[in-house]
């Protein structure tokens, strides 16, 4: 199977517990004027590792760091970031390692290290009062971030269709998870499936659009696209999440059938503490282009309330 293939059938096993990439909003944009003194680009940080981050940092105001899904670059952000930074918000979308522009290492794709990346950022760009957005894959990110970083630079956070959460491997305890067989098998295996567009968009959204965000996945290298598969999907959060103390909105559709708000949305809801869920009535995993003018207003009143 060629590897523009497997990125493809990756995108369309639905496993129940969140296994499907996110599709993302935008390709390549061009880079708007900023407030601060220069216009944002794309700009790097440098990691303990060597590893270089690109990332972008549009508008003034209340910094918002945007965390996107597995397998995908910060360009899935494009109708958040743009619009929200119009509105008063500094919002700052990063590169994982190994995705988009950043520096793609050797190692370091677990999520101890991927939280420090999250952490090297914030660090280096010394934010405060911060808003974390993640989507998908992206809540592992976030979760352990606060867990070895803890909460001194965050304000919010915001789950969008989380995956990963609580637990997504199959255990004595967690019966609700995806058996470890079948997740390695959808790793290294991937048999021939339908394109999963259906899956994460609705009937209505333009075929561009699908096409537009189905193929910023295939920038990601297959290799590290399955390590960090592997590695969120066998980390077990559910110690972390009672620990969270910041404001928590998380927005899940009832339509997502590749990270099931039953196994992962209202879980997760439920173990953090005064948590706000918001869902979406048939919206799919692909909300943050489905429904993306809601989803803005949301996070908006979040972020500013």
């Known amino acids: 199977m060629d590897r523009r293939h497997m990125l493809k059938s990756t995108a369309s096993t639905a496993l129940g517990a969140g296994l499907l990439v ?35 940092d549009w508008g003034a105001g209340k910094p918002v760091v945007f965390i996107h899904a597995w397998a995908l670059p910060s360009a899935m952000w494009d ?30 794709y677990d ?10 950022l914030l660090d280096e760009l010394d934010l405060h009062g911060v808003t974390l957005v993640s989507h998908s894959f992206g809540a592992a990110e976030v979760v ?14 915001a789950l969008i269709a989380p995956a990963g959460t609580p637990f997504a ?10 058996p470890p067989e079948q997740l390695e098998f959808f790793r290294t295996r991937v048999l021939q499936q339908e394109d999963g567009k259906k899956a994460f968009f609705t009937a209505d959204t333009s075929l561009s659009l699908q096409n537009w965000g189905m ?55 439920a173990l953090i503490p005064n948590a706000e869920l918001k869902v ?4 799919p995993h692909g909300l ?17 309330g």
């Open 22 to 56: 996110s599709a993302a909003s935008a390709a390549k944009s061009a880079q708007p004027t900023s407030s601060h003194e220069k216009t944002r680009g794309a700009d790097y940080v440098e990691c303990a590792d060597g590893t270089k981050l690109a990332y972008t």
């Open 169 to 178: 491997t199959k255990t004595a305890d967690n019966p609700n998870g995806v």
């Open 144 to 157: 352990r971030y606060l867990s070895r970083h803890g909460s001194s630079r965050i304000e919010k956070i």
């Open 111 to 120: 999520c101890d290290n991927l939280a420090d990346d999250l952490s090297t």
């Open 215 to 269: 193929a910023l996945m295939l920038t990601t290298p297959l290799r590290v696209a399955v390590e960090c598969n592997r590695q969120i999907t066998s980390t077990d959060f559910r110690a972390e999440l009672p620990k969270i103390t910041v404001p928590t909105l998380i927005i899940h559709g009832d339509n997502d059938v590749s990270a099931r708000i039953e196994t992962t949305g209202r879980p997760t809801a």
């Open 79 to 108: 109708y958040q970031r743009g619009p929200l930074s119009e509105k008063g918000l500094r919002c700052i979308a990063y590169d994982r390692r190994g995705h988009g522009r950043s520096g793609v290492p050797n190692g370091g």
């Open 288 to 304: 943050f282009l489905t429904h993306k003018e809601r989803l803005n207003a949301d996070l908006l009143r979040f972020i500013k």
């Open 280 to 283: 979406y009535e048939g919206a």
